[in-house]
């Protein structure tokens, strides 16, 4: 099997982050990112990706506008996260702890 550098396996069960929190993590580390790309990192199929960008869309989570073929998108971050238990937590907070900077993932892998 061909495996991608960077890009862990796929997994089975439960896990802690949503899809929709996952795609909307990749496309605040970079916004011209390309849907495959988002598929890629998150071990989605990038129809799987389109719908959820949709989502994020139709709620006011993010935006897009087209520049020739690239999309850039444009997050909320002052939108509340939809759950009753989130109430008042910004999408900001949640890419806070989702979203870290490169250098700081080299110099300080989770675990160590």
Request: glycine share 6%.
């Amino acid at each position: 099997m061909l495996r991608m550098v960077g890009v862990p396996e796929s997994h089975t069960g439960w896990t802690f982050i949503t899809s929709h929190a996952r795609v909307l993590a990749v496309i605040a580390d970079n916004p011209n990112v390309r849907i495959r790309d988002i598929a890629a990192r998150c071990r989605l199929t990038e129809r799987a990706v389109a719908r959820i960008i949709a989502d994020l869309e139709r709620d006011g989570y993010l935006s897009r506008t087209r520049d020739g073929r690239t999309n850039t998108y444009r997050i909320e971050p002052d939108k509340v996260l939809r759950h009753p238990a989130e109430a008042g937590l910004s999408v900001a907070a949640l890419l806070s702890l989702l979203v870290q900077d490169e250098t700081d993932r080299t110099r300080n892998p989770v675990g160590s």
